[in-house]
């Protein structure tokens, strides 16, 4: 590799398969508000956003009177819904632990993600590959989250210091929403998207669409970030 400097992945939807659990949470949160959600609505709507912005956006769309009081009280039941539903779960994708062992050990990886970090840590740590990831960026970390840059700016901030010369046209984003391409080009980001939550149409802002993550390669990775001419 010459190119390469970086990996930046989102989590839900690229390292795991955790988007159904989350969809779950919903759906039980919202039952006591007389309110269905969907599983359409939430892959439509919710995926790649963070917690904050997606209640609000419900709230909104379902007539549900929104304060700054009740998302916090959302938040905090969301974490705990699924922090119950994480201790039997391991929804790590098949071959992204080994995946991520073998790229860590030749470029850095970090993560950017609109989960909460507890939820990252757990999920890592029960697959044994919390110490392949040196940087997370979660929900918890930015005050603006996808569709806006911040994450993965905050992502760039903190690598750094560790890799000299750090460019971000020479860093790649892994993800799996509209939203989250957003985040990263704006940021100035190559950006590959896995169809795990949408069809490839609807991931067509990436410079590279695949159908799963353990089938990129680093070469392919380093060959996005040749600069162009």
């Given at each position: 590799?010459?190119?390469?400097?970086?990996?930046v992945?989102?989590f839900?939807?690229?390292?795991?398969?955790t988007?159904?659990?989350?969809y779950e949470a919903?759906?039980q949160?919202?039952?006591?508000?007389?309110?269905?959600?969907t599983a359409?609505?939430?892959a439509?709507?919710y995926?790649?956003?963070?917690?904050?912005?997606?209640?609000?956006e419900?709230?909104?769309?379902?007539?549900?009177?929104?304060?700054?009081?009740?998302?916090d009280?959302?938040v905090?039941r969301?974490a705990?819904?699924?922090?119950?539903i994480?201790?039997d779960a391991r929804?790590v994708y098949?071959?992204?632990a080994?995946?991520?062992?073998?790229?860590?050990a030749v470029?850095?990886?970090?993560?950017?993600s609109?989960?909460?970090?507890g939820?990252?840590e757990s999920?890592?740590?029960a697959?044994?590959?919390?110490?392949t990831?040196?940087i997370?960026?979660?929900a918890?970390?930015?005050?603006?989250s996808?569709?806006a840059?911040?994450?993965?700016?905050?992502a760039?901030?903190?690598l750094?210091p560790?890799i000299?010369?750090l460019?971000p046209?020479?860093?790649?984003?892994?993800?799996?929403?509209?939203f989250?391409?957003?985040s990263?080009r704006?940021?100035?980001?190559?950006?590959?998207?896995v169809t795990?939550?949408f069809p490839?149409?609807e991931?067509?802002?990436?410079d590279?669409?695949?159908?799963?993550l353990?089938?990129?390669t680093?070469?392919a990775?380093?060959?996005?970030?040749?600069?162009?001419?």
């Amino acid at each position: 590799m010459n190119h390469l400097q970086a990996i930046v992945l989102d989590f839900d939807g690229v390292v795991a398969d955790t988007e159904p659990l989350h969809y779950e949470a919903y759906r039980q949160i919202f039952a006591p508000f007389g309110i269905t959600v969907t599983a359409e609505e939430y892959a439509d709507h919710y995926i790649g956003l963070a917690d904050r912005k997606a209640f609000t956006e419900a709230g909104r769309v379902h007539g549900l009177d929104v304060t700054a009081r009740l998302i916090d009280d959302l938040v905090a039941r969301k974490a705990e819904v699924v922090r119950h539903i994480l201790a039997d779960a391991r929804p790590v994708y098949p071959g992204v632990a080994e995946l991520l062992r073998s790229w860590a050990a030749v470029v850095p990886l970090a993560i950017a993600s609109g989960a909460l970090r507890g939820e990252i840590e757990s999920v890592l740590g029960a697959a044994g590959i919390a110490d392949t990831v040196g940087i997370i960026v979660s929900a918890n970390d930015v005050k603006r989250s996808k569709p806006a840059p911040d994450p993965y700016l905050k992502a760039l901030d903190l690598l750094a210091p560790h890799i000299p010369g750090l460019e971000p046209s020479r860093t790649v984003a892994v993800e799996d929403s509209r939203f989250g391409i957003q985040s990263a080009r704006e940021a100035g980001l190559r950006t590959v998207a896995v169809t795990t939550s949408f069809p490839r149409s609807e991931l067509a802002g990436a410079d590279l669409v695949v159908d799963r993550l353990a089938s990129l390669t680093l070469d392919a990775l380093d060959a996005l970030c040749v600069p162009a001419g």
